[in-house]
């Protein structure tokens, strides 16, 4: 079975920093894109930022320049840095999982695809609080 399992949440004042690290198990790696989301309390989840396989990133405009997104696909480890952080990053954070070359797309796939049926896989979240 598929596994992605988020590490490295946490509270932090805005400003600061942290890093995300999502395990992933049971699936071949290369064969997928790689995304983090986010859910705050009331609102739609959402896509931060994704990379593919030949190391393609995206990254939504609310993040870009203070996220980062990388990959040890030796390891199967998916990490996500964020510095600068602010109030509204408040959320929980999943990783996530789809079969797709583009990084844009896979983020499309899974804001419709949430279950291993239709073969998007999802971690079940880190806290990230920042105040």
């Known amino acids: 079975d598929v596994q992605l399992v988020e590490s490295g949440g946490g509270s932090v004042q805005a400003g600061g920093s942290l890093r995300l690290s999502c395990a992933a198990s049971g699936l071949t790696y290369s064969s997928y894109c790689m995304s983090w989301f986010r859910q705050a309390p009331g609102k739609e989840r959402e896509g931060v930022a994704g990379v593919s396989s030949t190391g393609s990133t995206y990254y939504a405009d609310s993040v870009k320049g203070r996220f980062t997104i990388s990959q040890d696909p030796s390891r199967k480890m998916l990490y996500l840095q964020m510095s600068n952080l602010k109030p509204e990053d408040t959320a929980i954070y999943h990783c996530?999982?789809?079969?797709?070359?583009?990084?844009?797309?896979?983020?499309?796939?899974?804001?419709?695809?949430?279950?291993?049926?239709?073969?998007?896989?999802w971690g079940q979240g880190t806290q990230v609080t920042v105040s």
């Open positions: 996530a999982a789809v079969a797709n070359k583009d990084p844009r797309t896979a983020i499309t796939i899974l804001n419709v695809h949430r279950t291993p049926s239709s073969g998007a896989f």
